[in-house]
């Protein structure tokens, strides 16, 4: 019996130190949980501007694919911009045309230069050196803020 009274007087000073233990595993999961979601919805975030790329992207691959049409068909000898609804590819003249759009929501500007032509600004406003004409595409997607742009070109 009196083994039993020393133990009780022995755990006298341990009162509540298991309940200040599992506290702090609970605070240590917290702040790992707390870490792990910040990250996941970067992520999320980072796929989304990601989508959003890849649409620009083919939109600008849409405009080159208009512009080899539109260049083997009509032979423009200046600079022109490419309408995309034009069924005869005779629209050249305004470089700063309006976007086309593209049912997804997406835009695309295409921009045939001839050889020893100058190339828009956003395409790098260089000289065009192809042999032939040097098409550079503008794709724009808008679901994104801010609006998602890439820049495709091709020479021929």
Not at 11 to 40: D, P, Q
Not at 56 to 83: F, H, L, W
């Amino acid at each position: 019996m009196q083994y039993l009274r020393s133990l009780k007087l022995k755990s006298k000073g341990n009162k509540g130190v298991s309940l200040i233990l599992v506290l702090f595993i609970i605070a240590a999961f917290w702040a790992i949980s707390m870490v792990i979601t910040r990250f996941t919805a970067q992520e999320l975030k980072f796929a989304e501007v990601n989508e959003y790329s890849e649409i620009a992207y083919y939109a600008a691959d849409a405009g080159v694919e208009r512009g080899m049409y539109c260049a083997r068909k009509s032979n423009p000898t200046s600079q022109c911009t490419i309408d995309k609804d034009s069924s005869n590819c005779d629209s050249c003249g305004n470089v700063d045309a309006d976007r086309n759009p593209l049912s997804n929501g997406a835009f695309y500007t295409v921009v045939i230069t001839p050889s020893g032509g100058t190339r828009p600004d956003w395409a790098g406003g260089e000289t065009c050196d192809a042999g032939n004409y040097c098409i550079d595409s503008k794709g724009e997607y808008t679901g994104a803020t801010p609006n998602v742009v890439r820049i495709k070109s091709r020479e021929y």
